[in-house]
Nanobody, 130 residues
């Protein structure tokens, strides 16, 4: 049974940083797509960053240069380092994973991920104050 548990959310002032963690267990895919997503109240969920089993990463345009996705394979933990946070990035942040399909794992220009991901964590709240 796949389980994803996010942590690291909290409250920061604009310009601050947070590092989110996603502890993953129960999946045995040698080829996978993992990602971070966020959803603000009343808004659609959007993709933030992805990482696949080949180490390829992609980012939403709005976070490029400020956020970094990474994975500690030994700990089976996915991270999202978020710098220069903005108030409009206040949201619940989720991680997700699934088997890699077709070799494509990326965030497209409208914030959607290139393939469906079937396993999700419960989310962690990030609040950025101005």
């Amino acid at each position: 049974q796949v389980q994803l548990v996010e942590s690291g959310g909290g409250s920061v002032q604009a310009g601050g940083s947070l590092r989110l963690s996603c502890a993953a267990s129960g999946y045995t895919y040698s080829s996978y797509c993992m990602g971070w997503f966020r959803q603000a109240p009343g808004q659609e969920r959007e993709g933030v960053a992805t990482l696949d089993s080949d180490g390829s990463t992609s980012y939403a345009r709005s976070v490029k240069g400020r956020f970094t996705i990474s994975k500690d394979s030994a700990q089976n933990t996915l991270y999202l380092q978020m710098n220069s946070l903005r108030p409009e990035e206040t949201a619940i942040y989720y991680c997700a994973v699934d088997r890699l399909e077709g070799g494509n794992c990326y965030i497209n220009s409208v914030g959607h991920i290139s393939q469906p991901l079937g396993y999700w964590g419960q989310g962690t709240q990030v609040t950025v104050s101005s």
